[in-house]
């Protein structure tokens, strides 16, 4: 997906909430490989550890994974499959918007709160 494309999935999430398939199991069992997630536009100031969003990869791939922390300009996310490792951050304008309807379990929460704590 070019960067005219993303901007165009960004003017419609103003709109209305959009849906999209998810195509790897990075985010697995929770979200699953064909699975269709809600997406909905969500602004910079109100995003959370643990929340699911989907962001433009540097790959130009659209990528659903959470969030484990939001630092000035950038996010640093993670997937549920690997969490010993951090992706790149990647820059809140490469943001989509926040998955709906999703929430992490509380004991993947507690892992990963305390895999960082003592890491």
Do not use: W
Not at 44 to 52: G, T
Not at 54 to 69: A, P, T
Not at 89 to 114: Q, S, T, W
């Amino acid at each position: 997906m070019d960067k005219n494309e993303f901007q165009i999935l960004k003017e419609e999430i103003k709109l209305k909430n959009l849906e999209v398939d998810i195509i790897s199991d990075s985010m697995g069992p929770y979200i699953k490989v064909g699975q269709a997630v809600e997406v909905t536009r969500v602004d910079d100031e109100f995003l959370k550890p643990f929340d699911i969003i989907i962001f433009r990869g540097v790959n130009n791939k659209l990528i659903c994974h959470f969030i484990l922390k939001v630092i000035d300009d950038y996010i640093i996310t993670c997937s549920t499959k690997n969490i010993k490792n951090r992706d790149l951050p990647i820059l809140k304008d490469n943001l989509l918007g926040k998955v709906v309807g999703i929430e992490l379990p509380f004991f993947i929460k507690l892992k990963v709160f305390f895999y960082y704590l003592f890491s």
